[in-house]
């Protein structure tokens, strides 16, 4: 009960593009749930997080979706830009403190 | 640089040896946090300090330990080393007990068992 299922494994999107990407968790105990960017050689850094009591949250070009009954949620990264070219991680975390992060997505972003 | 500081970069060692990897917080966070990165298991959680105590455990074998000390640095020790121990060993931290909160990520260490 403690996965969370992210797709897809690696994405290819146009600059300016909409980059989407999906995670779905099975805990209903988790209450937190951010996302990570990852750039290579780097280690993760915290890109924007959302609690399930909002459907979406958005900053700058980076928006959450959340759909609680589904147990499902989205990151979309609008007007992608070559420099959003990173592996995201999306992750989720309750009373139990640890993060429980999803396998990963390979971004990458085409001039 | 998110100020959580790990040492060293890289680190390469036979099967069986034990390694320590060091880490120190960013200044002010009580919480240390250790995990591993692979290319099959992708990012794995192996346990959490709070202040000085054990707060969390995740997937850690037997063979590994951690500790924090008083100055809030964290060691966490690897040993009897096997081929798929190598992988990159992350230390975050953060102020808040919780996992609900940022993590700030240190820059890993590069493990390699030979």
């Known amino acids: 009960q403690q996965q969370v299922k992210q797709s897809p494994q690696s994405l290819i999107v146009q600059k300016g593009g909409i980059s989407i990407i999906n995670c779905a968790y099975e805990n209903t105990a988790f209450d937190y749930f951010p996302w990570y960017q990852q750039f290579p050689g780097k280690g993760p850094a915290l890109l924007i997080a959302i609690r399930p009591d909002v459907s979406e949250k958005k900053e700058g070009r980076f928006t959450i979706s959340f759909n609680k009954s589904a147990k499902q949620f989205s990151l979309h990264i609008m007007d992608s830009q070559p420099g959003d070219s990173a592996t995201y991680f999306c992750a989720g975390t309750g009373t139990a403190s640890k993060l429980t992060f999803g396998t990963g997505t390979r971004l990458q972003v085409t001039l | 640089d998110s100020g959580v500081t790990q040492t060293p970069k890289h680190l390469i060692t036979a099967t069986g040896q034990r390694v320590t990897l060091r880490c120190s917080p960013r200044s002010g966070d009580l919480s240390v946090y250790w995990y591993q990165q692979s290319l099959d298991q992708g990012l794995q959680f192996l346990i959490q300090y709070y202040n000085g105590e054990e707060r969390a455990k995740g997937n850690i074998l037997e063979r590994f330990s951690a500790q924090q000390f008083p100055d809030l640095h964290s060691e966490l020790n690897l040993s009897s080393l096997e081929l798929g121990d190598s992988a990159l060993y992350f230390c975050?931290?953060?102020?808040?007990?919780?996992?609900?909160?940022?993590?700030?990520f240190g820059p890993g260490t590069r493990l390699t068992v030979t």
């Open positions: 975050a931290s953060s102020v808040v007990a919780s996992g609900r909160g940022e993590q700030y």
